[in-house]
């Protein structure tokens, strides 16, 4: 056996070579995935409590670093318009008994925290709560939560997009996720979308000082 080997030195350096040359491209892939894996943010928009939408919408952080919540913008599709409202910049009473964070839609969460936003009915009428919100609740034919942070671990931009197609099964309204887990926005063209929402949804002040959402019709 040794006489083997160092008859075919050459051929042992250079397998050895390439081996240790296999070992460190796998130590970099992983150290590299690692890196990736802390660098990109990760929040889960979830309905909790069943179908309806009297179900709760549940906001986890899901990366490995803290999130400041900055906004939940809401998206409501109706026969005759679209209706944008950043639910963060509209006057609500403030219930003692529940989460600050809950009530301003505000707020950091640690990595794995969880933050219960309320119910999807309260979500559509606090957005609609200048124009009626009751009947056009049930004219309501889809809606998309939006998440909108900060990543403190390169302060930059987090965003995250949950939707429901909304139908009707007797008196009760369902919600029916058009994904299996919630959208992950990374692009700079939908960054700048959501920035530029954010921006119309804070100068968006009416005369009495209240907060109007944004309608296209």
Not at 37 to 50: A, C, Q, W
Not at 114 to 141: C, N, R, S, W
Request: glycine letters at 6%; a positive charge.
């Amino acid at each position: 056996m040794w006489a083997w080997i160092i008859e075919n030195s050459g051929v042992v350096s250079a397998l050895s070579s390439f081996a240790m040359l296999g070992v460190w491209v796998l130590y970099l892939q992983l150290f590299y995935s690692s890196y990736r894996h802390r660098l990109r943010p990760k929040i889960l928009i979830t309905r909790g409590g069943g179908h309806a939408i009297t179900s709760r919408c549940i906001l986890t952080n899901m990366s490995p670093e803290i999130v400041f919540i900055q906004a939940v913008v809401l998206r409501l599709t109706f026969p005759d318009r679209v209706v944008v409202c950043s639910l963060s910049d509209i006057d609500r009473v403030s219930r003692q008994d529940r989460d600050p964070r809950s009530e301003l839609f505000q707020g950091p969460l640690s990595s794995g925290e969880y933050l219960d936003l309320g119910t999807f009915e309260e979500l559509v009428t606090a957005a609609m709560h200048h124009d009626g919100p009751k009947a056009l609740i049930d004219g309501l034919q889809h809606l998309s939560v939006t998440a909108v942070g900060i990543y403190t671990w390169h302060d930059q931009l987090a965003a995250a997009e949950r939707s429901f197609a909304v139908r009707a099964k007797g008196k009760q309204k369902l919600l029916d996720a058009e994904l299996v887990t919630a959208r992950q926005i990374r692009s700079r063209r939908e960054k700048k979308r959501i920035t530029r929402i954010l921006e119309e949804q804070a100068g968006n002040t009416a005369t009495d000082g209240t907060r109007k959402s944004v309608r296209i019709e």
